[in-house]
């Protein structure tokens, strides 16, 4: 076999830019990579990177993985669930959640249940596809922030979040959650707030909601740190100090119990495990 000789960066840029007036460039997008095409005829080159360089037709091909999505941004599709994705979102959100914060889970149920809610978003029940097929979910709802002062503060919510197990740590649920608080500043919410891993919304510009003045009803006494906000319109909670509490539909799961075992049995069975880092 050839053996593969790599060209070092620098010289790439030395020769295209020595031979401007003959280069001849083309793009071209794979599933996961941007590919630069670029030619010379008046040079010869044989060289071949086995990585970011390689010859292919006469051309040389320089190679960039797609970002924020690590190579599959040229292929996803984000739109409004329609009523035929129900139970696709459902299964693909029990898959997400199973054994995550519990045994098993309850986060497809919250889901069936909040699409009757009349706080529940329609335009912000959001499906991410990958060719067609759906990977990510987002579901929105809107709520209130009880201020202090006795004024309650219309602002909205969002979870579960769902992103396939096979498609996670790959920047889809960044690039989901990102495109849907657009939406949401869009249809007027001021701000969000949820409960969550800051590690992962920080990203997205969400702070501890107790840095806001913003307590959390469930746990008052502490900064909460896993309570988490994030301002769609600048200045919106200035000079407000007030608490928040989730809405009820989120424990329908846990009102009705019998209910929610009725309608897990229609699912795939699945073990439920006891986990490290589970909340109990």
């Known amino acids: 076999m050839r053996k593969r000789s790599l060209i070092p960066p620098f010289l790439v840029l030395e020769i295209i830019y020595k031979?401007?007036?003959?280069?001849?460039?083309?793009f071209f997008f794979t599933s996961r990579f941007l590919v630069v095409q670029?030619?010379?005829?008046?040079?010869?080159?044989?060289?071949?990177?086995?990585?970011?360089?390689?010859r292919q037709n006469g051309y040389l091909n320089?190679?960039?993985?797609?970002?924020?999505?690590?190579?599959?941004?040229?292929?996803?599709?984000?739109?409004?669930?329609?009523?035929?994705?129900?139970?696709?979102?459902?299964?693909?959100?029990?898959?997400?959640?199973?054994?995550v914060y519990r045994p098993g889970c309850t986060e497809h149920y919250v889901l069936h249940c909040y699409r009757s809610e009349p706080d529940f978003v329609p335009e912000l029940s959001l499906v991410l596809e990958?060719?067609?097929?759906?990977?990510?979910?987002?579901?929105?709802?809107?709520?209130?922030?009880?201020?202090?002062?006795?004024?309650?503060?219309?602002?909205?919510?969002?979870?579960?979040?769902?992103?396939?197990?096979?498609?996670?740590?790959?920047?889809?649920?960044?690039?989901l959650l990102d495109h849907s608080m657009r939406i949401a500043a869009e249809?007027?919410?001021?701000?969000?707030?949820?409960?969550?891993?800051?590690?992962?919304?920080?990203?997205?510009?969400?702070?501890?909601?107790?840095?806001?003045?913003?307590?959390?009803?469930?746990?008052?006494?502490?900064?909460?740190?896993?309570?988490?906000?994030?301002?769609l319109q600048e200045g919106f909670l200035d000079g407000i100090i007030g608490s928040y509490r989730d809405p009820e539909p989120y424990f329908v799961a846990m009102r009705n119990p019998e209910a929610f075992e009725k309608y897990d049995a229609e699912f795939p069975p699945k073990e439920k495990l006891v986990l490290p880092g589970q909340l109990g």
């Open 62 to 99: 320089s190679i960039f993985p797609l970002v924020p999505t690590y190579g599959d941004w040229m292929r996803y599709t984000i739109r409004t669930e329609q009523s035929r994705d129900f139970k696709t979102v459902e299964n693909l959100t029990r898959e997400a959640f199973w054994n």
């Open 130 to 175: 990958v060719d067609g097929e759906i990977i990510g979910h987002v579901m929105y709802a809107w709520s209130h922030i009880d201020a202090d002062d006795g004024r309650k503060i219309r602002m909205m919510t969002f979870g579960p979040i769902s992103i396939r197990p096979d498609y996670k740590r790959k920047g889809y649920g960044k690039t």
């Open 38 to 54: 670029f030619r010379i005829p008046s040079v010869k080159s044989q060289f071949v990177t086995s990585r970011r360089l390689f």
């Open 187 to 231: 249809m007027g919410a001021g701000c969000l707030l949820i409960c969550g891993n800051i590690a992962f919304y920080g990203k997205s510009g969400f702070v501890v909601a107790s840095t806001r003045g913003i307590r959390y009803a469930d746990d008052p006494e502490s900064d909460a740190p896993y309570f988490l906000c994030k301002e």
């Open 19 to 26: 031979n401007l007036e003959q280069l001849e460039v083309q």
